[in-house]
């Protein structure tokens, strides 16, 4: 049974950083693709950052320049920097985990992101 446990969330000003934290339990990390999303009130659940079990990373516009997803295998985490927040970017943000070559993805609680103006 795979366990995602995201951390990392907070309030911070427009232009300030923050930086989440995933860590997985129940399973062997190292095989897992990864990713950020996030979701809005109102809005459907966006994909933010993705990173492959080879350590690959993805980014979706809204995130180049300024987040940046890595994993450590040896902690079973993966974290995404996110520099330059703006108010847009207030969301809750989910970890999520799918097995290389699979369909099935786990999710975590998320964590709540907010940037005020």
């Known amino acids: 049974q795979v366990q995602l446990v995201e951390s990392g969330g907070g309030l911070v000003q427009a232009g300030g950083s923050l930086r989440l934290s995933c860590l997985l339990s129940?399973?062997?990390?190292?095989?897992?693709?990864m990713g950020w999303y996030r979701q809005a009130p109102g809005k459907q659940r966006e994909l933010v950052a993705a990173i492959t079990s080879s350590g690959t990373p993805n980014y979706a516009d809204s995130g180049k320049g300024r987040f940046t997803i890595s994993r450590d295998n040896a902690k079973k985490s993966v974290y995404l920097q996110m520099n330059s927040l703006k108010p847009e970017d207030t969301a809750v943000y989910y970890c999520?985990?799918?097995?290389?070559?699979?369909?099935?993805?786990?999710w975590g609680q998320g964590t709540q992101v907010t940037v005020s103006s």
């Open positions: 999520s985990a799918s097995p290389r070559g699979g369909t099935r993805i786990y």
């Open positions: 129940g399973n062997v990390f190292s095989i897992y693709d």
